[in-house]
């Protein structure tokens, strides 16, 4: 009788403890996990948004960069963490709607083991090559690839990232041959591209646009169904060679599962603070990236159309990794 009445008080009192927990949240530093290579569109993101954040909830926000396997190293880390908010994840189109088709074997359940909690933005990438690649469109691109097959390499942040698989579905659509050469995030892999190791590239504007307005490398196309403001004179892909091409990436917050609703609610209402910010816009606009701070079940919505969309695309460019 005595261990039922125990048991009773135990469950009250880990019930009554939640909302307590919630209400008190934040009251230690926040551990950002961003999958991908620091100083990669992605880093670059979660720093701007988690500066603001952090003036919000009153507590630092701490950026941690866990590169490598294509955004699952640093996926499996917030998945294995406590759900009390105090890791959380910057979400990508890779780790979060392709890994799950693209990977045999995954260490984590992109949809079970995660809370939604927000979108952040969507870009389109945009397709460079090295100055060195006789190709000035993407038809042109295309017909020299075709006449040399297998010369051009083609570089990418990691595998089952938006980098990789818009240059894959670009291959398939095409039918060229295009070697694909993966790297740990965006920033190594432009390094090799103004090398002219790699001659060609799906990436972020965030990191790509101010290598070609430098001159180190040409633009050929964004990869949105339409063209970008912050490169008017950039056509798309579809339209400059490949038509019914289209591919965009994204990114937003996540954090472990059964993160209680009111911790994952007080990081949406930090995020979306974050989003509308006047400065936090134009940055990301002049960056390309469409700003949008969507409620933890939008966002768990859209994860779910996503993860449909593309898996419909790896299984037709027949791909897969081990």
Known sequence: ?????????????????????????PNK??????????GGPTDVTTRLLAQKMSETLGQPVVVEARPGGGGNI??????RAAPDGYTILMATIGTHAINQTLYKKLSFDPIKDFTPISLVVQYPLLLVVNPSVPAKSVKELI???????????????????????????????????MPQVPYKGSAPAL?????????????????????????????????GAQRS??????????????????????????GPAKLPPAIANKL?????????????????????????????????????????????AVRGANLSIE
Do not use: C
């Open 143 to 177: 017909d020299y690839a075709k006449a040399n097959p297998g010369k051009l390499n083609r570089a990418h942040g990691g595998s089952g990232t938006s980098m990789h698989l818009s240059g894959e579905l670009f291959v398939h659509q095409a039918g060229i041959d």
């Open 268 to 312: 949406q209402g930090a995020i979306a603070k974050a989003l509308a910010d006047p400065e936090v816009r134009k940055t990301l606009i002049n960056q390309a990236a469409e700003p949008i701070a969507s409620t933890p079940a939008e966002f768990a919505k859209f994860i779910d159309g996503e993860t449909a969309k593309w898996a419909i």
């Open 229 to 254: 403001p912050v490169v008017p004179d950039v056509p798309t892909v579809a339209e400059a060679g490949l038509p019914g091409y289209s591919a965009t990436g994204w990114i937003g917050v996540v």
């Open 74 to 79: 640093g996926a499996d880390v917030v998945a």
């Open 1 to 25: 009788m005595h261990r039922s009445v125990a048991a009773v008080a135990v469950a009250a009192l880990a019930f009554v403890s939640a909302p307590a927990q919630a209400q008190d949240y």
């Open 29 to 38: 530093p926040i551990h950002f996990i961003v999958p991908a290579a620091a």
């Open 191 to 223: 390094t090799d591209m103004i090398g002219n190791h790699v001659q060609v590239m799906f990436d972020s504007m965030i990191t790509a646009l101010p290598q070609v307005k430098a001159g180190k490398l040409r633009a050929l196309a964004v990869t």
